[in-house]
T-cell receptor, first 113, second 112 residues
Framework: AAGVIQSPRHLIKEKRETATLKCYPIPRHDTVYWYQQGPGQDPQFLISFYEKMQSDKGSIPDRFSAQQFSDYHSELNMSSLELGDSALYFC????????????FGPGTRLLVL | RKEVEQDPGPFNVPEGATVAFNCTYSNSASQSFFWYRQDCRKEPKLLMSVYSSGNEDGRFTAQLNRASQYISLLIRDSKLSDSATYLCVVNSGTGGYNKLIFGAGTRLAVHP
């Protein structure tokens, strides 16, 4: 079965640079979620989108923005990167109607030097 | 105080042992509950949903006590492959939207 696809899987950036993470949900899933998991931490909810509209917002820094496109894929844009942004970024997807289970992608490991 | 609290462990148990994990949540309006499993450096994977009536999936049994805002996971006949971090997860979304709040996870190490 198709799973959530994230790209890139690994990313190394320097402070103050920008990064764009991409997420391709499971086919027919209309909702995507972004989570950040720091070393030794639990995943923290950042933001979610349903049908291309932001549906909820968590602890996402103002330096980050995200959007969902017409094909339901989503991108997380991160600017002015800081050392503390180094983390695993997971995308999850679900269907809003008839199912709430979120399926996670393999994550993008971001390292900011 | 975190919205979802778990004992971080680690729980070190021999193969074949029975182990129980507990979790409490603070948002009484939460509607759905899950246990996810996470292996090192991998994504969380849904282990099972948790219902008030309790549910069982093979060696795994989950229970929910809404009055006490308490969730449990019981693993019987532990296998080496059960070694992982178990995340207690609460859906705190409203209006039909889902927002998962994760506990810090309980580490389980099963040894021969």
């Amino acid at each position: 079965a198709a799973g959530v696809i994230q790209s890139p899987r690994h990313l190394i950036k320097e402070k103050r640079e920008t990064a764009t993470l991409k997420c391709y949900p499971i086919p027919r899933h209309d909702t995507v979620y972004w989570y950040q998991q720091g070393p030794g931490q639990d995943p923290q909810f950042l933001i979610s989108f349903y049908e291309k509209m932001q549906s909820d917002k968590g602890s996402i820094p103002d330096r980050f923005s995200a959007q969902q496109f017409s094909d339901y894929h989503s991108e997380l844009n991160m600017s002015s990167l800081e050392l503390g942004d180094s983390a695993l970024y997971f995308c999850a997807s679900s269907r809003r109607q008839g199912g709430e289970t979120q399926y996670f992608g393999p994550g993008t490991r971001l390292l900011v030097l | 105080r975190k919205e979802v609290e778990q004992d971080p462990g680690p729980f070190n148990v021999p193969e074949g042992a029975t182990v129980a994990f507990n979790c409490t949540y603070s948002n009484s309006a939460s509607q759905s509950f899950f246990w996810y499993r996470q292996d090192c450096r991998k994504e969380p994977k849904l282990l099972m949903s948790v219902y008030s009536s309790g549910n069982e999936d093979g060696r795994f049994t989950a229970q929910l006590n809404r009055a006490s805002q308490y969730i449990s996971l019981l693993i019987r006949d532990s296998k080496l492959s059960d070694s992982a971090t178990y995340l207690c997860v609460v859906n705190s979304g409203t209006g039909g939207y889902n927002k998962l709040i994760f506990g810090a996870g309980t580490r389980l190490a099963v040894h021969p």
